[in-house]
């Protein structure tokens, strides 16, 4: 089919303000918020409901043409940009942003694939529940792009991540069929769990545009402290010892090192270290519960504990919501702090908690002992075992350097992470950016069963080519 009556029929379905042609509205389409992923497409098509949605994808499916789903445009994986062919067209779910149903008695709500995840946490506060999903993109990212990444962010050590608060989908397969699978049920064993498939698929399976999600009770407040430490170690032991103490209460722990705190302070404006001394290593500690009272006693009394064994130097605790909010920035600023400081090699590895400590310390060596003098920005989900391990390159750093210390380091970091038995990504995803080293990490079997799924699904292989598989 032509270009132009491809176009033209786009148009037909979703109307003609639906679909962006023009390569200047497409920008933000088609480059990637870290300015690292760069394509050209076809057309924008910003379908508005999950009928438009069949309609297009039946449409792509008839004439051949690959498909990139995209959402808020946040990933970091590349998963979300189109290639440089100009053949593929970028659908879109921004147009599709209603929230269908809220149910305070069932804990659930059910929403459209393109509602921007802050929308969905405020959604739920209406009605005095909590969605727990959190992450530094949520003002920008999409309820489908969180699914399609089963992303993690800063609520996982309590809640899980964005596959443990999925009840039901609805998913418009690559030749235009509906799954409609927007169960609000805690159980249902009939058969295989086909919501899982497509949960961080990145794309590769069909297009999510619908969604049911579980609620959880509102906390009625935190408590967050700022800790700092002498090393990796004891901030894991530090980790265990409120596990132990706190139970559920204890709602996150974040690590930062002390390179990627400066990072933030250096380039960020009114981003201060709550602490005057400098110390290899911060844990962020958030404590929350449905009720306040003793709340702030209970970590005290850990925090002293564990000023007494060693495990800490110095902490503070907020003493109002603006300061825990001033903490949270700083752990939350640390990425666009690396987009303006540099390029950085990214490693977003999941490791058992009891193998963090070796692993960092053998890590820091191979670093400084191959790639000398480039400053390592790591910090993290702690709490669960993810570390972004990033290695910062200068912001002039010629393509060619750039590639080739990408692959180095690549290599470098993931072979140590297979041999701690870990994972090269906990959250991030696939994408084009760790798609040649998944192949080298995985199985031959758990390929070839990743392969079987891609080809039974999307037997054309027009869903996202190039990303994931
Ligand atoms: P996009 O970037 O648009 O897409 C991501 C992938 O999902 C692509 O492969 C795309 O093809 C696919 N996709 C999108 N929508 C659909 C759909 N409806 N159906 C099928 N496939 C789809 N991630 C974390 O996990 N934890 C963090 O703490 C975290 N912090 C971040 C902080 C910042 C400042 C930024 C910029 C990003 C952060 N991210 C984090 C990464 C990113 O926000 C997440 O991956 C998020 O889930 C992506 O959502 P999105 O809507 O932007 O998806
Ligand atoms: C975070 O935890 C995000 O802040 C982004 O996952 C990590 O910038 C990164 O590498
Ligand atoms: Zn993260």
């Known amino acids: 089919m032509k270009q132009k009556e491809l176009t033209s029929r786009l148009m037909h379905i979703v109307g003609e303000e639906g679909v962006i042609l023009n390569p200047a509205d497409q920008e933000t389409y088609v480059n990637d918020w870290l300015g690292k992923a760069h394509g050209r497409t076809v057309a924008v098509v910003r379908p508005r409901n999950t009928t438009e949605v069949s309609a297009v994808m039946r449409l792509c499916h008839q004439s051949h043409t690959p498909v990139v789903p995209q959402g808020g445009n946040t990933g970091m994986s590349g998963g979300a940009t189109p290639d440089l062919s100009g053949a593929q067209v970028v659908l879109s779910l921004n147009r599709m942003k209603r929230i269908h149903d809220v149910d305070p008695v069932n804990n659930t709500l059910t929403a459209d694939a393109g509602v921007i995840l802050a929308e969905i946490q405020q959604a739920?506060?209406?009605?005095?529940?909590?969605?727990?999903?959190?992450l530094g993109a949520e003002g920008s990212c999409t309820i489908g792009g969180n699914l399609a990444t089963n992303a993690g962010g800063t609520g996982v050590l309590r809640y899980g991540n964005t596959r443990d608060l999925t009840l039901g989908l609805e998913v418009v397969l690559p030749d235009g069929r509906v799954w409609n699978g927007l169960r609000a049920l805690r159980k249902d064993n009939t058969g295989y769990d086909l919501k899982d498939l497509f949960i961080g698929s990145e794309g590769s399976l069909g297009i999510i545009t619908g969604v049911v999600l579980k609620l959880f009770a509102a906390p009625a407040g935190r408590i967050t402290a700022w800790v700092g430490v002498q090393n990796l170690a004891n901030v894991v032991a530090l980790l265990n010892r409120l596990q132990a103490d706190c139970g559920p209460r204890l709602s996150a722990f974040e690590m930062m090192s002390a390179p990627s705190l400066s990072l933030v302070t250096t380039q960020l404006e009114a981003h201060v270290s709550p602490l005057k001394k400098i110390y290899p290593y911060y844990a962020l500690i958030e404590l929350a519960d449905t009720r306040l009272a003793g709340l702030q006693d209970m970590l005290q009394t850990g925090l002293s504990a564990a000023i007494e064994e060693g495990l800490i130097d110095d902490c503070v605790v907020a003493m109002?919501?603006?300061?825990?909010?001033?903490?949270?920035?700083?752990?939350?600023?640390?990425?666009?702090?690396?987009?303006?400081?540099?390029k950085a090699v990214k490693h977003d590895i999941a490791l058992p908690i009891s193998g963090l400590a070796s692993f960092v310390a053998e890590a820091d060596q191979a670093v400084l002992t191959d790639f000398p003098g480039l400053p390592i920005i790591n910090f993290g989900h702690i709490g669960d075992g993810n570390l972004h391990y990033n290695v910062l390159l200068p912001l002039d750093v010629a393509p060619e350097d750039y590639k080739e210390k990408t692959t180095g380091l690549n290599k470098r970091i993931h072979d140590l992470v297979a041999q701690f038995n870990g994972s090269i990504s906990a959250e991030h995803g696939v994408g084009t950016l760790r798609r040649d080293?998944?192949?080298?990490?995985?199985?031959?079997?758990?390929?070839?069963?990743?392969?079987?799924?891609?080809?039974?699904?999307?037997?054309?292989?027009?869903?996202n080519p190039g990303k994931l598989l």
Do not use: C, H
């Open 437 to 463: 080293e998944l192949r080298r990490y995985k199985s031959t079997v758990e390929m070839d069963l990743m392969i079987a799924i891609k080809r039974a699904l999307d037997p054309n292989q027009l869903m």
């Open 320 to 342: 109002s919501e603006a300061q825990s909010v001033s903490m949270w920035k700083l752990r939350e600023g640390i990425s666009l702090a690396q987009v303006k400081a540099g």
């Open 124 to 134: 739920a506060r209406k009605v005095g529940r909590y969605f727990p999903l959190s």
